[in-house]
């Protein structure tokens, strides 16, 4: 029985040249692509492929968040992060969304595939320098003030960030406030640049 993986990728080259490496082993098959995250959330749904291969930074959801939403639905698909970000936060966010496996793009084909197996596996398969560096920084935004953050690093204003999360600008300020606090920044743009460096938006 071959192990169903659904591979999600924004760059539709990345996306063909995976596919068609994992299909040249014997006991991977690829049953699905996507194109963004939402895409990857669907075919996690009607698909329930064994594992979902997964980029971090896709549009309408990253990563990350679809991983965190495969736990809370309890699809019972295994989600591995393929990724260029070696950051250390990044990892501790994919860790705590429930991700089985996080490895890096520059990594050999064959380590792609048996990290494939070993999460089918039941196991997991996370970059050995990456998990040492991952437990010597945390992350000191939470979730609300990541949101805000985002997007304001790219380029919305208080009050589209408002409308957009359904929140008062108000709030919206008091949210950037303490990011720019936390990261110690001088103001907002700063602030995301500082966070995405970590990898923490």
């Known amino acids: 029985m071959k192990i169903r993986i659904v591979v999600a990728e924004d760059q539709a080259m990345v996306r063909g040249a995976l ?7 014997s006991d991977l098959t690829v049953i699905g692509q996507a194109q963004n995250g939402a895409e990857a959330l669907d075919l996690a749904r009607t698909e329930r ?9 896709m549009p309408e959801m990253t990563g990350l968040e679809v991983a965190a939403e ?34 890096l793009k520059d990594a050999p084909a064959a380590t792609l ?23 010597t920084e945390t992350d000191p935004l939470t979730d609300r003030e990541r949101q805000v953050l985002r997007l304001a690093g790219d380029g919305a204003t208080s009050a589209e960030i408002a409308t957009r999360l359904e929140l008062s ?5 008091n949210y950037l406030s303490e990011a720019i606090s936390k990261t110690g920044a001088a103001n907002r743009t700063e602030a ?5 460096q970590k990898g923490w938006l």
């Open 169 to 173: 600008e108000g709030t919206v300020r």
């Open 49 to 57: 492929p064994d594992v979902l291969l997964a980029d971090i930074e």
């Open 113 to 135: 595939a048996n990290a494939i197996r070993r999460i089918y596996g039941g196991g997991r398969a996370i970059d050995p320098e990456l998990a040492a560096e991952a437990w």
């Open 70 to 103: 495969i736990q809370r639905q309890r699809l019972g698909v295994r989600v591995a992060i393929l990724t260029t970000f070696a950051r250390a936060g990044y990892l501790r966010r994919a860790l705590d969304a429930g991700v089985s496996g996080y490895l």
């Open 19 to 25: 596919a068609a490496l994992l299909e040249t082993e």
């Open 192 to 196: 995301a640049r500082i966070a995405r």
